[in-house]
C-alpha cells in the first residue's frame, strides 16, 4: 500500500458504479415520492440529507442520480474515444493528404470551447439526456483524434512495428496486432480522466437546463433547481455537487496512478 | 536570426490563423444550411408564426434563401469578413449589435477570473514546489480538490457561506465591485487549480536543473533563484495551455452568469439556445473561435519572446513546439 488514497478513490468509484446499477441497495426511499408535509427538511432522521422543494428525499435522488450522471460522463467518452480514435489512427496511418484533412479539421474543432461546441450540438439537435451526451461526445472528437494520431505516429515509428514489417507480415496485421492494442492503453488511461471533465460538462448541462429534465434526478438538474432555494436549504445545493467533485477527485486520482504505472512510475 | 525568418514565422502562423477562421465560419455555414426547418420561418418569427406566403418570398428573396448554396455559402463569408453575423431570429437585432451590448460584462469577469487564477496559481507553486513533503501534499491536494470543483457547484458554495451565510456579497445582479467577487472566484478556482498543478510539477523538474545549483551557490537568496530563475522556465508548460485556460474561461463564463444572473455573452447565448435562435448562437460560438486563434497567436509569438531556443536561425528550421 504506498498510496492509500488511490485505494479510498477505487473504493469510492466501485461503490459508485453499484449504486449506478443497484441503487435500490443504498436506500429504501423512492426518489420520485413527493411529500408536500415534509418540504426543505434538513438533514436528520428518516432523510439523511434532507429533503428538497416537494419533500423529495435528497440522498435517494443522489443515489438514484449516480447513473444517469456517470452515463453521461463515460457515455460522452466513449463517443469521443470511438470517433476520435478512428480519425485519428487514419490521420496517423494514411498518406499526408488524410492526415492533412484530418487534423486541419480537427485544428477548426479544437478552436471552440468544447461546452460552446456542445451547445451548438443542442441548439440543432435540442435538449435531454442522450443529446446532451451526444453533444458532449462530439464536442470531444478533436482533442481525442490529436492525441491518437500523436500515440500513433510514435508507435509507427518504434522498432518493434519496423521488426513486424520486416518479418513480412501485411500492412493490416501490423496495424490491429501491433498498433492499435499500442496506442488504445496509453489513450484509455488518458480517457480515465477525461470521464471526469465529460461528467462535469454533462451535469453543466443538466444545470443550465439543457440536459436531464426534472423530475428525473440527476446531479447538475438537482443543483438547477436546487439554486432556487440557497437562502432557506443549503443542503439541497451543497450535497449534489459534493458528490459530481467526489466522483471527478476519484477518477482523476485512479487515472493519474494508472497513468504513472503504464509510464514505469512507482505511485 | 534575421527579420526575414522571423517575419516568414510570423506571416505562417497568420495564415494558420486565418484557415482555422475560415473553417469556423465554413462549418457555421454548414449547420445553418443543413439544420431541418425553413430559415424564412424562423427568421420571421418561429415555429408560431403565421406569416403570409408573400412575406415568406419577400425574406426569401431578401436573404437570398433562393439561390444555389454555393453563392448562399459566399455570401455568408463575405459577410462575416464585413463583419455581419447575420440577425438574431428572436430579438430582430443585428447579433453583433446583440454580442456587443453584453460584452462589457462578460470581458470584466473574464479578466477578473483570469488574473485571480493566475495569481492564485502563481502564488501556490512558488511557495510550496520543492517544499517539506506534508506542504507539497498539502498543495497537491487542495490542487486536486479545487480542479475538481464543477463552478456551478463552487458558485452555490460561494453563495451558500458568502451571500446568505455572512451577507458579505451580493447574490445576484452585475453593478460593482461587490457583485464581481464571488463570480470571479467561481470561476477562477477551478482554472487555477489545473494551472497550479501543471506549474508546481514544472517548478519542481527546473529546480533540479544544473543552472539552479550555480544560482544557488552564487549566493542567491532562495525567493530571488525561484523568481528570477526558475519561473521562467516553468512558466513554458503554462502558456502552451493557453487554449484550455481560454476555452475553460468562455465555457465558465456560461454558466457563472447563469449562476449569478450577471449580464453578459453567456446569458445572451443560453436563452438563444432555448429559443434557438440559431444566428446568435454560432455568433458567439464563431466569435470565441476568433479569441481563441488570436490568443494562440498572440501566445505564439509570445514563445519566441520568452525562448530564444525558438527563434529561427538563418539556414537552420526552427524547433516544432509540442505535438502538432
Redesign the interface.
Known amino acids: 500500500m504506498k498510496r492509500p488514497g488511490v485505494y479510498l478513490a477505487a473504493a469510492v468509484l466501485v461503490l459508485l458504479v453499484l449504486a449506478a446499477v443497484a441503487p435500490h441497495l443504498f436506500t429504501a426511499q423512492d426518489p420520485l415520492a413527493v411529500d408536500s408535509a415534509r418540504t426543505l427538511k434538513p438533514p436528520g432522521a428518516g432523510h439523511l440529507l434532507g429533503t428538497d422543494e416537494n419533500g423529495r428525499d435528497v440522498f435517494s435522488r443522489i443515489v438514484y442520480g449516480t447513473r444517469t450522471s456517470l452515463l453521461l460522463g463515460f457515455g460522452a467518452i466513449a463517443i469521443a474515444l470511438t470517433f476520435g480514435g478512428l480519425l485519428g489512427l487514419a490521420a496517423g496511418l494514411g498518406n499526408r493528404l488524410v492526415e492533412n484533412v484530418i487534423m486541419?479539421?480537427s485544428?477548426?474543432g479544437?478552436?471552440?470551447?468544447?461546452?460552446?461546441?456542445a451547445?451548438?450540438v443542442?441548439?440543432?439537435a435540442g435538449g435531454g439526456t442522450s443529446n446532451a451526451l451526444l453533444a458532449i461526445g462530439v464536442a470531444g472528437i478533436p482533442g481525442y483524434a490529436?492525441l491518437v494520431r500523436?500515440q500513433t505516429l510514435t508507435i509507427r515509428g518504434s522498432s518493434y512495428v519496423e521488426a513486424a514489417h520486416a518479418l513480412g507480415l501485411s500492412a493490416p496485421r501490423v496495424v490491429f496486432r501491433h498498433v492499435l492494442p499500442n496506442a488504445v492503453k496509453p489513450v484509455l488511461i488518458l480517457a480515465t480522466i477525461g470521464v471526469?471533465s465529460a461528467l462535469?460538462a454533462g451535469?453543466?448541462l443538466s444545470?443550465?437546463?439543457?440536459g436531464t429534465p426534472p423530475p428525473e434526478p440527476e446531479w447538475?438538474s438537482m443543483?438547477s433547481t436546487?439554486?432556487n432555494f440557497?437562502?432557506r436549504a443549503?443542503w439541497y445545493?451543497?450535497f449534489?455537487?459534493?458528490a459530481?467533485?467526489l466522483t471527478?477527485?476519484s477518477v482523476?486520482?485512479v487515472g493519474r496512478a494508472l497513468r504513472l504505472r503504464s509510464e514505469g512510475k512507482s505511485w | 536570426m534575421t527579420i526575414t525568418s522571423i517575419l516568414r514565422l510570423v506571416g505562417w502562423r497568420l495564415l494558420a490563423g486565418v484557415g482555422v477562421l475560415w473553417g469556423a465560419a465554413t462549418l457555421t455555414f454548414l449547420v445553418l444550411h443543413f439544420t431541418p426547418g425553413d430559415p424564412a420561418q424562423a427568421i420571421v418569427g418561429g415555429e408560431n408564426a403565421a406569416p403570409t406566403p408573400e412575406v415568406i418570398a419577400q425574406v426569401t428573396a431578401e436573404y437570398g434563401l433562393d439561390q444555389p448554396w454555393y453563392l448562399q455559402y459566399l455570401d455568408h463569408l463575405w459577410r462575416i469578413v464585413r463583419g455581419d453575423l447575420g440577425t438574431s431570429y428572436r430579438l430582430h437585432t443585428p447579433v453583433t449589435q446583440a454580442i456587443g451590448e453584453q460584452a462589457a460584462a462578460t470581458v470584466e469577469l473574464a479578466l477578473a477570473a483570469a488574473v485571480i487564477g493566475l495569481a492564485l496559481a502563481l502564488a501556490v507553486a512558488v511557495a510550496t514546489a520543492k517544499r517539506r513533503r506534508w506542504i507539497r501534499g498539502l498543495a497537491a491536494g487542495s490542487e486536486l480538490v479545487v480542479a475538481s470543483t464543477p463552478t456551478f457547484w463552487l458558485g452555490i458554495v460561494l453563495l451558500t457561506v458568502f451571500s446568505f451565510g455572512l451577507r458579505l456579497f451580493p447574490a445576484t445582479g452585475s453593478h460593482g465591485l461587490a457583485s464581481l467577487v464571488l463570480p470571479a472566484l467561481a470561476l477562477a478556482l477551478p482554472i487555477a487549480g489545473v494551472l497550479g498543478h501543471v506549474l508546481r510539477e514544472a517548478l519542481e523538474e527546473v529546480l533540479d536543473e544544473p543552472f539552479i545549483v550555480s544560482a544557488r551557490t552564487r549566493g542567491l537568496a532562495d525567493l530571488t533563484v525561484r523568481l528570477r530563475h526558475a519561473l521562467r522556465h516553468a512558466l513554458m508548460p503554462l502558456v502552451t495551455m493557453t487554449g484550455y485556460w481560454v476555452g475553460a474561461l468562455l465555457g465558465g463564463a456560461v454558466i457563472t452568469e447563469t449562476l449569478f444572473t450577471r449580464q453578459g455573452i453567456g446569458r445572451l447565448l443560453i436563452s438563444a439556445v432555448n429559443a434557438k435562435d440559431l444566428p446568435v448562437v454560432l455568433g458567439v460560438v464563431l466569435l470565441s473561435a476568433w479569441i481563441y486563434v488570436l490568443v494562440n497567436l498572440v501566445v505564439d509569438l509570445l514563445y519566441l519572446a520568452i525562448d530564444p531556443r525558438l527563434r529561427p536561425v538563418a539556414g537552420v528550421r526552427p524547433v516544432a513546439k509540442g505535438v502538432s
Do not use: Q
Open positions: 486541419r479539421i485544428d477548426i479544437l478552436a471552440f470551447p468544447e461546452l460552446l461546441l451547445l451548438v443542442i441548439t440543432v490529436r500523436a471526469g462535469v451535469s453543466a444545470f443550465l437546463g439543457l447538475g443543483l436546487a439554486r440557497i437562502s443549503w445545493g451543497v449534489p455537487g459534493a459530481i467533485t471527478v477527485i482523476t486520482v
